[in-house]
């Protein structure tokens, strides 16, 4: 099992593209939509759920408006 300094183990961290994949399947939306809802690119989605892209602080806050997740999940 691999640790880091804080003691969190590496084998549980996941990018958050899966945690975001997770809440569309779980609302019936596709990509696309969650593009539309968040005024990101469809590109700009996709990267992020395929683990290309970081999320950065303004999408956060939008898949918080989209969701009702907070941003700092």
């Known amino acids: 099992m691999h640790t880091n300094i ?3 183990s590496l084998d549980f ?5 899966i945690s975001i994949k997770e809440k569309l399947e779980e609302n019936n939306m596709n990509q696309e939509e969650l593009a539309e ?3 990101f690119s469809a590109k700009h989605v996709s990267e992020v ?4 892209k970081e999320i950065s602080p303004k999408f ?3 898949l918080e408006y ?4 907070k941003s700092t999940f």
Not at 13 to 17: K, Q, T, Y
Not at 49 to 52: L, R
Request: aromatic share 4%; proline share 5%.
């Open 6 to 8: 804080t003691g969190v």
């Open 13 to 17: 961290i996941i990018h958050p593209g």
């Open 37 to 39: 809802r968040t005024v």
């Open 49 to 52: 759920i395929n683990g290309e």
């Open 60 to 62: 956060a806050k939008a």
């Open 66 to 69: 989209v969701f009702g997740v």
